[in-house]
């Protein structure tokens, strides 16, 4: 299964402004109470957690559950001080881990 995440942001963002960052992760969140054609359960997926870094610096977790919807979106604010890397790691139930980064560039 191929796991797929996106960031944006709006652009011109410039050092000491809070920027919005908006995550999507696209995942499937089994629940583990569905049943497939057949009849039988279709195992319980959903990501554990997912992290984000920026500046080498934790700024958003997130411990989710079977509550969140597939392909799940967040949005959160940090502060822009330099540009740098902004960093998702996450894990599912069934151990599959994932990347996604992108470079959050600053105007000057």
């Known amino acids: 299964m191929a796991i797929n995440a996106r960031l944006t942001w709006s652009t011109g963002i410039r050092?000491?402004?809070?920027a919005k960052i908006r995550l999507l992760v696209q995942h499937p969140m089994e629940t583990g109470y569905l049943q497939d054609l057949s009849g039988h359960t279709v195992k319980r997926n959903v990501i554990q957690w997912i992290r984000v870094e920026y500046d080498q610096r934790e700024v958003f977790k997130a411990d989710t559950s079977s509550g969140i919807a597939a392909?799940?979106?967040f949005e959160f604010?940090?502060?822009a001080t330099v540009s740098g890397l902004v960093q998702?790691?996450?894990?599912d139930?069934?151990?599959?881990a994932g990347q996604y980064s992108r470079l959050?560039?600053?105007q000057a």
């Open 15 to 18: 050092a000491g402004d809070i």
């Open 71 to 73: 392909n799940p979106f």
């Open 77 to 79: 604010y940090l502060r």
């Open 88 to 91: 998702v790691s996450w894990i």
């Open 93 to 96: 139930d069934a151990g599959v």
């Open 104 to 106: 959050l560039a600053l």
